[in-house]
């Protein structure tokens, strides 16, 4: 029987809190029975009888009214039961959300076979449109999807992908210090493996709705698929040979060509911990320097780098699959070696239990780790408990104005953000810290991808920049982007709010002073979008950074710390805790929590804290598509001007999210990104219909979110 009939008598009356976003290993504990079991079985059936009181004739009237409810309820629950059933079998749907009645997208399931020149694709949107179209002014030629049954090689061949700067070039070198090559092994026998793209795109591939390749300097004329992507990482070759093997029953034609140019690399031995340090230090000095004594130096000082932590989040007990391996091992290759030690990634991991005493035995300590960890992982980790947080950050954390979640301040669930202040705090040899969970997958490159979004948020002015962050870019409706700036000014001038401009003033209880760079140095209208260009946004989020006031969203108030006889302090938030966040922010968050006691749920406090101290932050407009064809104004309105606060996306709207890419709920992610390793979802896909259709996926970069399983073809 389902767990949901498993009735505990305690909880009947109990209001639960709002299941907004389950954290995984989070378990349901059974509760004691409310009484204790007594034994009868050895009392003789005289004394039952004479113990057993009588019944009036009232309460035999009353027991027979009860059980003919009970048997009535349960009747009726027996018939609503089969009604239910009778009306699946006969095909009847539960009411539809409104956006389920637009036409249902295709195009990503285009596959390799389709693939062609980005001169000759047209994508699925407008092929609907201009297919339908009466006008004959309308200049798209519509073009059919097509590919050809006899031949099942890919029109074109796959080509290593590579988004680096040409770190050998002179003028690479003039600005920069000289990259030197890293490798996977200690001896230097071993290169980092390149992945592969294939130079066109799907006839047909659907458009993104939110989000702009273009606009974030990303190449929108390849498209990634499996092999390309993954094989060099062990995708395609059997454990054997030091391969993970998983292709046997995928559908393959012309995946072999990437193996003229690369290597198989046998990763049974290789130690991504100690390749990450051996990168780092034969490239330290291309580095900004973190230590206070200034170093000298003969010549003039080229340009330093920044370095970045990329940090997972994982816990004791993650099972880590063989897509996620391949997953990691690309992160690291790509955002660390092949970058020439640009990046570190760690894995941040919250040891659940908080009896085991990692912090007084190293043996405990590197035990924690074998036993939650991948090998060739080991030398990469970070431990955590919610116990040394309550140790840092001692309590109390005080004038709570509502914890929806029920849940003490230093729970994950409420606190998150807790082991990213103090990682900061223990590392501070970084200047930026990428927040990144287990459940987020990308079929794109990992450089690319990232340091194309730092560069993006670097060139933003600080004008209007908060008003942009809380909108989501849909350049089919909004044009460029720069069109989409303007128009938000517009709408700042038309509204009854003033534009964010510096740190806000609020009645507060007290407030650490903020950095002086934060003042604007000439009033809003006399700014002429100067202001923050060049400079690092110290918070890139990927889903806008909203006013949770102006919303329904169930945490909006869990805020502490803060006088309760004052307003509410002004908040801003971002759903999902992905982000990348500076050490300027982060060393701030730090001297908030233990110095003034202010904390806020952890979507809404790295955004609130930016917020409250004039930093920069921006939400990045990456690729976020659908899997319906809204119409333009319908997903404007919804997404970025709902109605009243109750319909905003960010609270009981979030329901418009299922349909996309990439939010906490969205459905639609974990479906595509298995189509795409092969699977078959929903009967549709597979190898089968891959084999006798236009053949595997290829899509171009994106972000997926949640992935919470991996399936391949079967």
């Known amino acids: 029987?389902?767990?949901?009939?498993?009735?505990?008598?305690?909880?009947?009356?109990?209001?639960?809190?709002?299941?907004?976003?389950?954290?995984?290993?989070?378990?349901?504990?059974?509760?004691?029975?409310?009484?204790?079991?007594?034994?009868?079985?050895?009392?003789?059936?005289?004394?039952?009888?004479?113990?057993?009181?009588?019944?009036?004739?009232?309460?035999?009237?009353?027991?027979?009214?009860?059980?003919?409810?009970?048997?009535?309820?349960?009747?009726?629950?027996?018939?609503?039961?089969?009604?239910?059933?009778?009306?699946?079998?006969?095909?009847?749907?539960?009411?539809?959300?409104?956006?389920?009645?637009?036409?249902?997208?295709?195009?990503?399931?285009?596959?390799?076979?389709?693939?062609?020149?980005?001169?000759?694709?047209?994508?699925?949107?407008?092929?609907?449109?201009?297919?339908?179209?009466?006008?004959?002014?309308?200049?798209?030629?519509?073009?059919?999807?097509?590919?050809?049954?006899?031949?099942?090689?890919?029109?074109?061949?796959?080509?290593?992908?590579?988004?680096?700067?040409?770190?050998?070039?002179?003028?690479?070198?003039?600005?920069?210090?000289?990259?030197?090559?890293?490798?996977?092994?200690?001896?230097?026998?071993?290169?980092?493996?390149?992945?592969?793209?294939?130079?066109?795109?799907?006839?047909?591939?659907?458009?993104?709705?939110?989000?702009?390749?273009?606009?974030?300097?990303?190449?929108?004329?390849?498209?990634?698929?499996?092999?390309?992507?993954?094989?060099?990482?062990?995708?395609?070759?059997?454990?054997?040979?030091?391969?993970?093997?998983?292709?046997?029953?995928?559908?393959?034609?012309?995946?072999?060509?990437?193996?003229?140019?690369?290597?198989?690399?046998?990763?049974?031995?290789?130690?991504?911990?100690?390749?990450?340090?051996?990168?780092?230090?034969?490239?330290?000095?291309?580095?900004?320097?973190?230590?206070?004594?200034?170093?000298?130096?003969?010549?003039?000082?080229?340009?330093?780098?920044?370095?970045?932590?990329?940090?997972?989040?994982?816990?004791?007990?993650?099972?880590?699959?063989?897509?996620?391996?391949?997953?990691?091992?690309?992160?690291?290759?790509?955002?660390?070696?092949?970058?020439?030690?640009?990046?570190?990634?760690?894995?941040?991991?919250?040891?659940?239990?908080?009896?085991?005493?990692?912090?007084?035995?190293?043996?405990?300590?590197?035990?924690?780790?074998?036993?939650?960890?991948?090998?060739?992982?080991?030398?990469?980790?970070?431990?955590?408990?919610?116990?040394?947080?309550?140790?840092y950050y001692p309590e109390p954390f005080g004038n709570n104005v509502y914890n929806h979640a029920k849940a003490p301040v230093h729970s994950v669930y409420r606190s998150a953000h807790f082991a990213m202040q103090w990682f900061s705090q223990v590392h501070p040899e970084y200047d930026f810290y990428w927040n990144w969970e287990m459940d987020l997958r990308l079929t794109g490159h990992y450089y690319e991808f990232n340091n194309n979004i730092g560069e993006w948020a670097k060139r933003q002015p600080r004008k209007g920049i908060w008003e942009r962050a809380s909108r989501y870019y849909i350049p089919e409706l909004h044009g460029s982007y720069k069109n989409f700036t303007e128009m938000v000014e517009e709408e700042i001038y038309s509204s009854d709010e003033k534009p964010v401009w510096g740190p806000p003033q609020f009645d507060n209880s007290g407030m650490l002073p903020s950095p002086p760079e934060t003042e604007p140095p000439r009033p809003y209208l006399q700014d002429n979008y100067e202001w923050g260009v060049g400079e690092d946004a110290d918070l890139i989020t990927f889903n806008p950074i909203f006013d949770p006031a102006k919303t329904n969203w169930v945490f909006r108030d869990d805020v502490s710390g803060y006088d309760l006889e004052l307003p509410e302090p002004p908040r801003r938030c971002a759903i999902i805790t992905v982000s990348r966040l500076s050490k300027r922010l982060l060393d701030i968050m730090h001297r908030e929590t233990f110095l003034m006691k202010h904390h806020m749920f952890p979507e809404m406090w790295p955004p609130s804290v930016a917020f409250h101290h004039g930093l920069k932050a921006v939400y990045a407009p990456h690729a976020v598509y659908f899997d319906h064809n809204w119409p333009l104004e319908a997903i404007d309105g919804t997404f970025n001007h709902p109605p009243k606060p109750t319909d905003s996306v960010f609270g009981w709207g979030e329901h418009n999210q299922l349909g996309n890419s990439f939010y906490y709920n969205a459905g639609f992610s974990s479906e595509l990104w298995r189509r795409w390793l092969g699977s078959r979802e929903y009967d549709q896909g597979g190898t089968e219909e891959e084999e006798t259709g236009s053949g595997r996926l290829c899509m171009r970069s994106t972000l997926f979110h949640p992935v919470k399983y991996e399936k391949g073809p079967e």
């Open 1 to 391: 029987m389902s767990s949901r009939f498993n009735l505990n008598p305690r909880k009947l009356f109990i209001r639960t809190r709002f299941n907004y976003e389950k954290l995984p290993g989070v378990e349901s504990q059974a509760a004691s029975p409310p009484y204790g079991a007594k034994s009868w079985k050895n009392r003789p059936m005289w004394a039952n009888r004479l113990q057993r009181p009588r019944m009036s004739f009232a309460r035999v009237v009353m027991l027979a009214i009860t059980s003919v409810l009970i048997l009535s309820m349960v009747g009726t629950g027996v018939y609503q039961r089969r009604v239910r059933t009778e009306q699946q079998r006969k095909g009847e749907e539960r009411k539809q959300y409104h956006w389920e009645h637009y036409p249902r997208l295709r195009g990503f399931f285009n596959g390799v076979r389709m693939i062609v020149s980005p001169n000759d694709w047209v994508a699925e949107q407008d092929f609907v449109k201009y297919s339908q179209s009466e006008n004959p002014e309308d200049n798209i030629k519509p073009k059919q999807p097509h590919w050809s049954k006899e031949n099942k090689e890919p029109p074109l061949d796959p080509l290593p992908f590579n988004p680096y700067p040409d770190f050998d070039s002179a003028e690479y070198q003039k600005q920069y210090e000289k990259v030197e090559t890293c490798t996977l092994d200690a001896e230097g026998k071993i290169d980092p493996p390149d992945i592969y793209a294939y130079p066109g795109i799907p006839q047909n591939m659907s458009l993104p709705f939110f989000g702009s390749y273009e606009e974030l300097n990303m190449n929108e004329k390849v498209c990634f698929e499996r092999f390309g992507r993954f094989g060099p990482y062990g995708y395609s070759y059997p454990e054997a040979e030091g391969g993970l093997g998983l292709d046997g029953k995928s559908e393959k034609h012309g995946a072999d060509k990437i193996w003229r140019t690369e290597n198989k690399i046998d990763y049974r031995n290789v130690d991504w911990g100690s390749a990450q340090k051996r990168c780092f230090e034969k490239n330290k000095v291309r580095f900004r320097e973190h230590k206070t004594e200034k170093r000298e130096e003969a010549a003039p000082a080229k340009k330093k780098l920044p370095r970045h932590a990329y940090i997972l989040r994982t816990w004791t007990g993650y099972k880590y699959s063989n897509y996620q391996m391949l997953t990691i091992r690309a992160m690291i290759n790509e955002l660390a070696l092949k970058s020439g030690g640009e990046y570190d990634v760690h894995f941040l991991l919250h040891v659940k239990d908080d009896s085991l005493p990692i912090w007084s035995s190293e043996e405990i300590y590197q035990k924690t780790i074998e036993d939650n960890l991948p090998k060739e992982f080991w030398g990469m980790a970070t431990l955590w408990s919610e116990q040394q947080m309550r140790m």
